[in-house]
């Protein structure tokens, strides 16, 4: 159930939707709503999560405030004996976590040992070029400006989607080429979604809010995640910004003075 109940005149409780009961402290004064909309929050995904978090602090003032709504709640699980203590239990949970990353990057290494091949690695990313060139161009013949445009379009598209077929035929399943750390290219998607989130939008909505860009700022506030899917697993911008020439990858140097990518790059950030 979603609103909250009187067990007696002084209790109140919700069902959760796995449907289990919470039951409010005597000096809680959070709201069932609260505890649910909490409980939900505790379910997604980082980036669902904090995507519009941009201000600084705002993600350690939403888990503050998280666990302080929960700690006005008990669901009747069992509780820590009072001879145990805290701190070894928060040694001993982190110890495991350990275990698990360690033995997560032990697999990784025996994938890279069996399957990397840089030869494939070099041929997927030529293959990400390729059609991103085809795709670009295919943007042009939408919308040439001239036949001459639409001409040159049409050739490289052809040469390009050419070049691409190629290419597969020498590779295979492109998603099943691993890096040299073991990783497959859907894993990078994932990890480079987050990274968009922390390092990109971020950092360019504070910038965008310091300098009173009300336009900008509110056009990009209203963007919502992309699927991870739709992510470059090479670097940090969504797969479809590369048909245009846009890139984020973030540690690597500008591009050309000049260049299309610049031109996108510089419209891109805070002048």
């Known amino acids: 159930m979603i609103d909250g109940r009187r067990a ?3 209790t109140v409780q919700v069902i959760a939707p796995n449907g289990i009961t919470w ?4 000096d ?3 709201s069932p709503a609260d505890l649910l909309r909490e409980l939900a929050q505790l379910t997604m995904g980082h980036v669902e999560r904090e995507w519009d978090w941009w201000q600084e602090g705002r993600a350690q003032q939403e888990h503050d405030r998280r666990w302080a709504i ?3 709640w008990d669901n009747g699980a069992p509780r820590r004996e009072a001879h145990q203590d805290p701190e070894a239990s928060a040694e001993e949970f982190l110890a495991e976590c350990d275990r698990r990353r360690e033995a997560k990057k032990q697999q ?8 990397y091949s840089k030869e494939r690695e070099n041929l997927r990313r030529e293959l990400m070029r390729t059609e991103a060139d085809a795709a670009f161009f295919a943007h042009i013949l939408a919308a040439p400006a001239s036949r001459e445009q639409q001409n040159a379009a049409e050739r490289r598209v052809a040469e390009r989607q050419t070049a691409a077929r190629d290419l597969r035929s020498k590779i295979g399943d492109p998603e099943d080429v691993v890096d040299h750390a073991g990783y497959y290219p859907a894993e990078r998607r994932s990890s ?3 990274s968009h989130m922390t390092f990109w939008r971020h950092p360019t909505l504070r910038e965008l809010h310091k300098a009173r860009q009300r336009k900008r700022f509110t056009t990009l506030l209203a963007m919502r995640p992309p699927a991870p899917a739709s992510m470059c697993s090479e670097c940090q911008a969504p797969s479809q910004w590369h048909e245009y020439a846009l890139s984020l990858c973030l540690f690597r140097p500008d ?3 000049g ?3 610049e031109t996108l790059a510089r419209l891109a950030r805070v002048s």
């Not at 039951?23 to 005597?26: E, G, I, V």
């Not at 990784?108 to 399957?115: D, F, G, Q, S, V």
């Open 8 to 10: 007696d005149s002084h």
């Open 23 to 26: 039951t409010r402290k005597a």
């Open 28 to 30: 809680g004064r959070s």
């Open 70 to 72: 929960l700690g006005e």
């Open 108 to 115: 990784r290494a025996a994938r890279a040992a069996e399957l």
């Open 192 to 194: 480079s979604l987050g």
């Open 255 to 257: 591009p050309p003075a």
């Open 259 to 261: 260049s299309t990518a």
